[in-house]
């Protein structure tokens, strides 16, 4: 999923929360399932801003069939 070479812009959790209309809790446990890309830096995540607007958009998927 990362994209090494090309600059990606950062947001905070929160940030990305506030974007995605959800709480800061549940976008870190989408942190963690991988379903938003974000890097850890010190004990706070920084997302890629891009990766919120696939998941808004529908690029990744809440649940996945398995």
């Known amino acids: 999923m990362s994209k090494k070479g090309i600059s ?3 947001i ?9 209309g ?3 809790q549940h976008t870190r446990l989408l942190i963690r399932r991988g379903q938003i890309e ?3 830096f010190g ?4 997302v890629v801003r891009e990766s919120v607007v ?4 529908g690029g990744a998927s809440d ?4």
């Open 54 to 57: 696939e998941y808004k958009t």
């Open 22 to 24: 959800y709480t800061i």
């Open 63 to 66: 649940n996945s069939d398995e």
């Open 38 to 40: 974000a890097t850890k």
């Open 12 to 20: 905070t959790t929160r940030e990305a929360a506030e974007n995605l």
């Open 43 to 46: 004990r706070d995540w920084l």
């Open 8 to 10: 990606q812009e950062l």
